[in-house]
């Protein structure tokens, strides 16, 4: 069985600042990690993923994420935040073998960014 | 666009009433899943199903009833709900259900028990 925590359930920050949300995982076998993102009244859409690899993972609106096995972490960052990145995002896990495709998810990260 | 769409978008039914969430997707995809997103708690897996049968179920009350007529449609059927079930509604499907493929998420249909 695996979980996800992610301790921040609301993070304000303001335009052009840095963010990071914080993922970490607990899980007895190997996993692939997510970020999924989901804007007001829409469904989740995939941010990035790891698989394997390098341990950085680039994903699209300029988002990275950087796996770190030894302190079960995948946080989530972006240099410079726009506006249009206020949504929640939600960290997930999966595990590489058994279980079928089935994800964990975190109970989300609220970001808001202000003027 | 993800290339699923739920209908309705928005339901509100009394815990007497019989309704049904519908779920399409033209992503060419074989497994199909339906969660449950409340407030401030994680998203529940309730069912999955991969080439048309159910594969899990995850201890889902009976008052809620997927159906999965072909690898493009997925059903939930509601009845006798209760207040507590009040909640978003998303279908996603990938294109298998073993590997790392990414789930492609409907936008949900919001429904409110009363």
């Known amino acids: 069985a695996q979980s996800v925590t992610q301790l921040d359930s609301q993070v304000p920050v303001f335009e052009e600042a840095p963010v990071e949300l914080r993922c970490n995982y607990s899980s007895s076998v190997s996993v692939y990690l997510f970020w999924y993102v989901q804007y007001p009244n829409q469904g989740l859409q995939l941010l990035l993923k790891?698989?394997?690899?390098?341990?950085l993972v680039k994903g699209i609106n300029g988002f990275e994420a950087e796996f770190n096995k030894s302190q079960t972490s995948f946080h989530l960052r972006k240099p410079s935040v726009h506006i249009s990145d206020t949504a929640e995002y939600f960290c997930?896990?999966?595990?590489?073998?058994?279980?079928?495709?089935?994800?964990?998810f975190g109970t989300g990260t609220q970001l808001k960014v202000e003027l | 666009e993800t290339g699923v769409t739920q209908t309705p978008r928005h339901l509100v039914m009394g815990m007497t009433n019989k309704k049904s969430l519908k779920c399409e997707q033209h992503l060419g995809h074989n497994a199909m899943y339906w969660y449950k997103q409340s407030a401030k708690k994680p998203l529940e897996l309730m069912f999955v199903?991969?080439?048309?049968?159910?594969?899990e179920n995850n201890s889902v009350p009976s008052r809620f009833s997927p159906e999965c007529p072909n690898s493009s449609h997925l059903f939930l059927h509601l009845h006798t709900l209760q207040p507590e079930d009040s909640a978003l509604y998303l279908c996603?499907?990938?294109?298998?259900?073993?590997?790392?493929?990414?789930?492609?998420f409907g936008p949900g249909t919001r429904l409110l028990v009363l």
């Open positions: 790891y698989l394997s690899g390098s341990t």
């Open positions: 997930a896990v999966r595990s590489v073998t058994g279980g079928g495709n089935k994800l964990t």
């Open positions: 199903y991969s080439l048309e049968e159910r594969v």
């Open positions: 996603a499907s990938s294109p298998r259900e073993e590997g790392g493929e990414t789930q492609y």
